[in-house]
């Protein structure tokens, strides 16, 4: 008996198969498959030969691949008993739920009395596939690893683009080639992590940003998790995403994996990125209020530090609302005895000595400056030399001889009692003062990892998000160090780096592009001197940077010299009057020919309009710059471009390309196939160009 199910997005299919009941296997995934397709003429068309020195049958490379059925690769299962002892389950098919667009199956194991529920889900507008797997159990079980719904890679691919990094170094892409066993990558840190972002992109041969097909893959969770990208000896691939190893610490009846994405793209990896940015924006990310524009941020971290003072911190916020921001967030050092980062966290009570009369008279000057106040919180840490720790040292998670990072150490959230009191603190400090923001940050990694501590802090956030619907949370955590789709269910905005050096910056929201959109990616215009590279930057070069994401500003105003007020004022009323577009636009890669020059097309959801940002990251290393080819217009119409920036050329342009003088009306096709000619410039500066659709 052979069984088919086929779930279906605009721009690509999902078919699943099965024989004699056993557990499915994807037998087509790629772009959509016609209506009429016969679905068991495509799962025998799947099957593969086999030859000597194999078994008799290929064992299926299932939705879980099973040991029990002498699968030669990574199981999607490993389950014991309550004494340790190995289950290898065999399931066999019971039930299915299918509707459009929509897809479980159940099956269950008689020995081992387990029932694994596989459930897909694809998006009919954002073409994004989202899948995760449940296991249950009549009597507790230890969980070794449950993979989300294993899917295939593609036989086309010659390798995976892997996103590692460091702090202040995110979102960098890896590059690893198909070979024959198993690559791992296990993030036991406990959080997302910046060198481990769940993600992975497997694209066909002489795929590129703009052309070419790609798969691409994300696991939305929060609490460091597995992938396992392997060639079985036979040539099939596949990709397991799960929870980090050794992550469930509990027996259980249930486990859950988290929501698998996955899209194909026939349109190069932009076609990936756009749907992951589509999908994030407009399904996951809840809006206090979707219809108010994006505001201007203004952080005084790095002002001011721990320095809070009241006159200062009014000065600072008069100075940044004359530059245009619409928000201050008062950052860390206003709680408990903060003089540094060595005491008070978990304290969530105000600093009398530096609010004598409460944060009222700071937020009372903020609003009549026009801005709104959000505060900074690090709810999941606490110092050893705090009143929290002192009388409840049994809160702390982990041994006391565990190494410390940053002077801290973590709350067990996975304690109701832990979670009331920090929901007590920080509701009362939202119900006492007209807040709309809180820049939740996470400064350190786990002792252990440990998926109850995740659970724990996502009840906490649902818990406030459902008593303060208007607040808007910022996922912080030492920058980069938790940012997925799972943290941003529940949060609106993302700290892509701790480094605000403009450089670093602008190959950070390149990459991160093949999965975040603009309305969460935090960007500010940092200090003159950037505090984490010690390097110098143009306040040109440093406000368009900050311009390609939600812009902010993170440096002491009062550094700025006149002029330099005059590009943030222009730069921030550029924003201002383009956000409302390039917010709902996509982020689309460009291939510069140049490797020197890190480009970007924003192109509005209507195709009417779009801006290109193209970023001179290096000398070149020929004399000219060479054309930049724009992607995704209509090669019929004319467009009317024109660089916004033109006067930021420099002594050494000496020629005349004809955008330095003034607009051009020019088709699409040439903009696509030819490209633009931008004029030559310095490294560490960028051009800004607009296009209208005549």
Not at 6 to 21: A, E, H, I, M
Not at 286 to 291: C, F, G, I, L, S
Not at 520 to 539: A, K, L
Not at 629 to 652: C, F, G, Q, S, W
Request: glycine share 8%; net charge negative.
């Amino acid at each position: 008996m052979i069984q088919t199910w086929r779930v279906d997005g605009p721009g690509q299919t999902l078919v699943l198969g099965s024989r004699d009941g056993r557990l499915a296997e994807v037998v087509y995934w790629g772009p959509r498959l016609p209506e009429r397709e016969d679905l068991e003429t495509v799962f025998k068309a799947h099957r593969s030969d086999v030859t000597g020195g194999m078994l008799d049958e290929n064992p299926e490379l299932s939705i879980c691949p099973e040991a029990s059925r002498s699968f030669p690769g990574q199981p999607g299962l490993v389950v014991s008993d309550g004494n340790g002892a190995p289950l290898t389950p065999s399931f066999q098919y019971e039930a299915e739920v299918a509707g459009p667009g929509r897809l479980t199956l159940t099956y269950a194991d008689a020995d081992t009395s387990l029932v694994y529920h596989a459930h897909f889900a694809m998006d009919e507008e954002t073409n994004v596939l989202t899948a995760w797997s449940v296991l249950e159990a009549d009597r507790p079980v230890r969980l070794h690893w449950l993979a989300a719904p294993v899917l295939p890679a593609p036989q086309a691919s010659n390798e995976t683009i892997e996103i590692s990094g460091r702090w202040c170094g995110e979102f960098q892409l890896s590059r690893h080639p198909w070979s024959t066993g198993a690559r791992l990558r296990d993030n036991r840190t406990g959080r997302t992590d910046h060198a481990h972002f769940p993600g992975v992109i497997l694209p066909c041969r002489s795929a590129t940003n703009t052309a070419g097909e790609a798969y691409a893959l994300h696991y939305g969770w929060s609490g460091g998790h597995r992938m396992v990208t392997e060639e079985l000896p036979d040539g099939r691939r596949q990709v397991q995403f799960g929870h980090a190893g050794g992550s469930e610490t509990m027996s259980g009846t249930r486990f859950e994996s988290a929501r698998l994405y996955a899209c194909y793209s026939d349109s190069g990896l932009n076609g990936c990125a756009v749907d992951f940015q589509r999908h994030l924006r407009d399904r996951i990310v809840t809006w206090p209020d979707a219809a108010r524009p994006r505001p201007v941020h203004y952080n005084c971290w790095e002002a001011v530090y721990f320095e809070h003072d009241l006159t200062t911190l009014k000065d600072i916020a008069s100075r940044a609302a004359a530059i245009g921001a619409e928000r201050f967030v008062l950052d860390d050092g206003w709680f408990g005895r903060r003089g540094d980062d060595t005491s008070s966290l978990g304290d969530w009570t105000l600093d009398e000595r530096k609010f004598p009369d409460g944060l009222g008279p700071l937020i009372d000057h903020v609003k009549a400056c026009g801005m709104t106040f959000g505060l900074w919180f690090e709810p999941e840490m606490v110092n050893e030399d705090s009143d929290l720790c002192r009388a409840h040292p049994d809160w702390v998670l982990g041994p006391p001889d565990q190494i410390r990072g940053r002077q801290q150490l973590c709350l067990d959230m996975a304690n109701p009692e832990v979670r009331a009191y920090l929901y007590d603190h920080i509701a009362d400090l939202l119900a006492g003062n007209d807040i709309d923001y809180i820049k939740w940050d996470h400064n350190r990694v786990l002792p252990t990892p440990d998926a109850a501590q995740t659970r724990g802090t996502y009840d906490l956030l649902d818990r406030l998000r459902a008593d303060f619907p208007a607040v808007e949370i910022e996922s912080c955590s030492s920058g980069g160090g938790r940012i997925d789709f799972g943290i941003l269910e529940r949060t609106q905005r993302v700290w892509l780096s701790d480094s605000n050096d403009a450089l670093e910056r602008l190959r950070i929201q390149h990459n991160a592009a093949l999965f975040l959109p603009l309305a969460v990616t935090g960007s500010h215009v940092g200090p003159r001197e950037c505090h984490t590279s010690g390097r110098v930057f143009d306040i040109r070069f440093r406000a368009w940077v900050a311009a390609q994401r939600h812009l902010g500003f993170e440096m002491d105003p009062r550094e700025l010299t006149d002029a330099e007020t005059e590009v943030l004022k222009q730069v921030t009323a550029w924003w201002k009057a383009n956000r409302d577009w390039m917010t709902a636009a996509d982020i689309l890669r460009l291939d510069s020919a140049d490797p020197a020059v890190i480009a970007e097309q924003q192109l509005a959801r209507d195709g009417a309009r779009f801006v290109v940002f193209a970023g001179q990251a290096d000398t070149s290393a020929q004399i000219a710059p060479r054309p930049l080819r724009l992607t995704r217009l209509d090669p019929e119409a004319r467009y009317r471009i024109h660089l916004v920036n033109r006067k930021d050329a420099v002594r050494l342009s000496r020629g005349a390309p004809a955008l330095k003088s003034g607009p051009l009306e020019i088709s699409g096709q040439y903009l696509m196939r030819h490209g633009i000619t931008l004029p030559w410039s310095f490294p560490g500066r960028i051009w800004v160009v607009e296009g209208t659709r005549l």
